[in-house]
C-alpha cells in the first residue's frame, strides 16, 4: 500500500511571476501533497491527465485558472496541456480541484514525470500569475 501512495506525491517548486510587492507566498496555493496527482491515460490516444489541487488562504474568494502546462515524462518528449483554459472558484479556507488532460503524447512513460504549469489568480490589484512545478516519482494508469 505504502508504494502504491508514492506515486501520487508531487514534489512542489513555486515561483511566483506577480509584481515585486508581491514576495510573499500567494493567497491561491498550488498544493504539494497527495491531492495532486497524476495518471497516464491508457485507452484511446496516448495521454496523460492531472488532478491540481489548489488552496486559498486569503480571506476573500478568488477564482484560479489554469492557462498553460507542459508535461514532460520520463524518456519523452514534452507534451503540452489540452488547449483550454481551466478553472475553478475557492472560497476562504477552501480547496479546489482543476482537472488538465495533455494532447497526444508520441509515448507513454511510467517513470518519473515533472510538470510546469502557470495558474492566474484575480484580486482587487489585478490579475497575478504564478509558476508553479512539480514531479512524481512514477505515473500509473488512470
Not at 22 to 41: G, M, R
Not at 56 to 80: F, I, L
Not at 87 to 114: E, L, N, S
Amino acid at each position: 500500500m505504502a508504494r502504491g501512495a508514492a506515486w501520487a506525491t508531487p514534489t512542489l517548486v513555486l515561483a511566483a511571476t506577480a509584481k515585486p510587492a508581491a514576495a510573499s507566498t500567494p493567497p491561491v496555493v498550488f498544493n504539494s501533497d497527495n491531492s495532486s496527482v497524476v495518471c497516464k491515460v491508457t485507452k484511446g490516444e496516448k495521454k496523460y491527465r492531472f488532478t491540481l489541487s489548489f488552496t486559498n488562504t486569503g480571506t476573500v474568494a478568488y477564482t484560479v485558472c489554469v492557462g498553460g502546462a507542459t508535461a514532460t515524462p520520463n524518456g519523452c518528449p514534452a507534451v503540452s496541456a489540452a488547449p483550454g483554459t481551466y478553472c475553478c472558484t475557492i472560497a476562504p479556507g477552501k480547496t479546489c480541484k482543476i482537472t488538465v488532460t495533455t494532447v497526444k503524447a508520441t509515448c507513454a512513460a511510467q517513470g518519473a514525470m515533472y510538470l510546469a504549469l502557470t495558474y492566474t489568480y484575480t484580486d482587487a490589484t489585478g490579475t497575478h500569475t504564478v509558476s508553479a512545478a512539480a514531479s512524481w516519482p512514477a505515473v500509473n494508469p488512470c
